[in-house]
């Protein structure tokens, strides 16, 4: 499948994702890079590697950013002809004509066990803050479908690590980072390779390889 990945920082789970193409284990291919950001760390790493980049100079997509939610979408399905939309580290919230268009194809990723530690203002080391200050033993990441809110769609796989008394937040947020590495390859590989079903209640359940 053709992805849209969108970084707004590092973009280490899209190099993750990206180093998982090349070796073989995720069938698909990075169509375009969108981001808010046009000088992270994701965009230039795509740029370093020959991928299509899409960046929006603004807060938001509107017209002074020179690109609409509609322009987007045009330019994810007809230009780049994407067909799954990857969240990774990416902070702002997906416009609806995009989800709309992308039905069960765009995916997130939070370093937080959802439905905790979620939802708009729990981003980043926030989240990780969140939950040692709660005295949680396990946190992890989550890999959810996305629809119009914030960390709130469907849950298609989580992974847990411990988290001890002494933890800083920083150390949880490395713990849980490289957990996010391992998982979301995988997933986005049962993206690619359909063996992704939906349950009767709405649950999306991932099968395995073999
Ligand atoms: C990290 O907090 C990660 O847990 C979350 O977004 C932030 C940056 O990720 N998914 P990345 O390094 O830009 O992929």
Not at 77 to 93: C, F, M, N, S, W
Not at 119 to 137: D, E, L, M, T
Request: include cysteine; aromatic fraction near 8%; charged fraction near 20%.
């Amino acid at each position: 499948k053709r992805l849209a990945v969108f970084v707004s920082g590092g973009g280490s789970n899209f190099r993750a994702i990206h180093a998982a193409i090349q070796e073989g284990s995720v069938h698909g291919e990075v169509a375009v890079v969108v981001s808010n950001a046009p000088t992270c760390g994701g965009v230039a790493y795509a740029q370093s590697h020959g991928i299509p980049t899409l960046t929006y100079p603004a807060p938001k997509l509107d017209p002074a950013a020179g690109l609409t939610a509609e322009q987007l979408v045009q330019q994810l399905t007809q230009e780049y002809r994407a067909d799954a939309v990857i969240l990774a580290g990416y902070l702002k919230l997906i416009p609806s004509e995009l989800v709309r268009a992308y039905k069960r194809a765009i995916l997130n990723i939070h370093p937080g066990l959802l439905p905790s530690f979620g939802g708009k203002g729990y981003y980043g080391i926030k989240v990780h803050q969140a939950v040692v200050a709660s005295g949680a033993r396990f946190s992890g990441p989550t890999i959810h479908f996305v629809d119009e809110e914030y960390d709130t769609g469907p849950i298609l796989a989580q992974a847990v690590v411990p988290v001890y008394p002494t933890d800083r937040p920083e150390q949880v947020a490395a713990r849980v980072l490289k957990e996010e590495h391992k998982l979301y390859p995988e997933c986005v590989a049962a993206l690619c390779e359909e063996r992704i079903t939906w349950r009767h209640d709405g649950v999306p359940i991932m099968w395995s390889a073999h």
